[in-house]
């Protein structure tokens, strides 16, 4: 009756008071929570690009070597990405995302015991099976709290860690790295890899206490709230429950599924290509010590947090998803292929900080699609199908950079290359049939 009764009253609009009210909660107590612990995921999956800055020339690591280990780590988090998050949506967010984050903070500290070549492939690939299932966790823990016409402020917001982790990780790994060298014997580089892994043994502990796995258990949210949120949430459920699959195995039949796993590679292949390179690249300039480098480093991303922001918001606004993902990659692959080809370095800094705009803001917009037409066990599995196989975008990419930079002694070439592959996603996602949201009215 209480169902009948908020459906009737037409209360089942987030732009109503109470619905302002309630996703304002969420906003505060599960977005940025999330959002910070992902800064804390991003940094240590990427700060192995600024320990490169040192460890290479300590371990005698090639280019080649650096970018094959730096890319691995997406091996392992392809393995078990699907079981991951199939174990997440059974046992519930609460204990398995603090399982995830204790263990991915052991593994990051213990980088620190590098020693050469294939120790830091094994490392790196043990980093990729720890943290597996964090993100599309998450992804999908969000799904159980947001309506679908504020998923996509809700994604971007936790999204937007990807490139504030790098804001402050950048300068924070340069200091690191140049103040703590020598302490106690060891190098500036392993120094950093303990002190940003134990954080995520920390708020792993904590997040087992702070997170609430589902709507009706949020004590947070006084009971006319709580019964707005899940009348809301249950009234969609119902709406789309001709268009979503439901079985797990259905994900693999519906070449949807398919189609969105290559866009998120191809995308994958640009971003980490950068991301994984992009201290050496500035490094390359000249003249910069490891924080002035750091500092440097942070520019593109703070440039991609504001295009991740403005594409997420024109998105909700208009309920509008698969050409918002598609122009932004292209945006992206533009102007990356443009920093290629100018004579100037500065000026190609700058043309990686426009690019970033387009490259970063498909995160936020995309992981809408999927869930038009996904929902329960096959929503758990086809996020972590598509963030599972999608990261050997994230192999391919840092790999790629580092074969043709030991072979052309350029980053040039290798920036032209990484260029194509969001360019590709825009092609693929052109042609996707997939329901958009309907635009608020």
């Known amino acids: 009756m209480a169902h009948a009764n908020v459906a009737s009253a037409g209360a089942l609009d987030a732009g109503t008071e109470i619905g302002k009210r309630v996703i304002g909660k969420l906003h505060r107590k599960i977005v940025w929570y999330c959002f910070f612990l992902f800064m804390i995921n991003y940094l240590d999956r990427v700060n192995v690009g600024f320990a490169a800055l040192t460890m290479n020339a300590d371990l005698g690591l090639s280019a080649k070597v650096y970018g094959l280990g730096a890319g691995i780590f997406f091996l392992g988090y392809i ?33 620190a015991s590098i020693q050469g070549e294939w120790s830091f492939y094994a490392l790196r690939f043990l980093l990729g099976l720890a943290e597996a299932g964090f993100a ?22 936790f999204m ?74 249950a009234t969609e459920q119902e709406k789309n429950a001709v268009h979503a699959q439901h079985e ?32 050496q690249i500035v490094k390359s300039l000249g003249g910069l010590n490891n924080f002035q480098t750091g500092i440097v480093s942070a520019i593109p991303f703070i440039c991609a947090a504001v295009g991740l922001v403005l594409v997420a ?8 998803r698969k050409m918002h993902t ?3 990659g292209l945006f992206g692959g533009v102007f990356l292929a443009a920093s ?30 999927p869930t038009q037409f996904l929902s329960g066990a096959a929503a758990a599995g086809g996020i972590a199908m598509i963030n599972g196989f999608a990261q050997i975008g994230g192999f391919i990419g840092p790999y790629l950079v580092g074969w043709i930079r030991e072979t052309t002694h350029s980053f040039s070439m290798a920036l032209l290359v990484l ?23």
């Not at 043994?201 to 206490?209: C, P, Q, R, S």
């Not at 519906?254 to 992009?278: P, Q």
């Not at 825009?426 to 329901?435: A, G, H, T």
């Open 79 to 111: 393995a078990f990405e699907i079981p991951s998050n199939m174990i997440l949506h059974k046992v519930g967010p609460r204990i398995w995302i603090a399982r995830i984050m204790v263990t991915w903070g052991i593994v990051g500290c213990a980088m």
């Open 136 to 157: 599309p966790g998450v992804l999908l823990y969000l799904t159980y709290w947001f309506p679908k016409k504020e998923r996509g402020k809700a994604v971007a917001g």
């Open 160 to 233: 937007l860690a990807t490139v504030l982790s790098s804001v402050v990780g950048a300068p924070l790994s340069g200091y690191l790295l140049s103040s703590t060298h020598g302490w106690f014997g060891l190098a500036g580089w392993q120094w950093m890899f303990i002190l940003e892994g134990v954080p995520a043994i920390i708020m792993g502990v904590v997040t087992f206490f702070y997170l609430v796995d589902r709507p009706e258990q949020g004590n947070w949210l006084n009971q006319e709230e709580r019964r707005w949120l899940t009348t809301t949430l």
């Open 248 to 279: 797990f195995r259905e994900i693999f039949r519906d070449k949807r599924m398919w189609i969105l796993t290559l866009i998120y590679m191809f995308n994958a292949v640009a971003i980490y290509g950068v991301v994984l390179w992009l201290p």
């Open 313 to 320: 918001r024109s998105s909700d606004r208009t309920g509008e």
């Open 326 to 328: 598609a122009c932004a």
């Open 340 to 369: 290629a080809l100018v004579p100037s370095p500065v000026l190609g800094l700058v043309l990686i900080c426009i690019a970033a705009m387009g490259l970063w803001a498909t995160l936020g917009v995309f992981w809408t699609l």
């Open 419 to 441: 260029a194509v592959s969001p360019m590709i996603g825009f092609v693929l996602c052109s042609m996707l049939k997939i329901r958009n949201d309907r635009a608020p009215e």
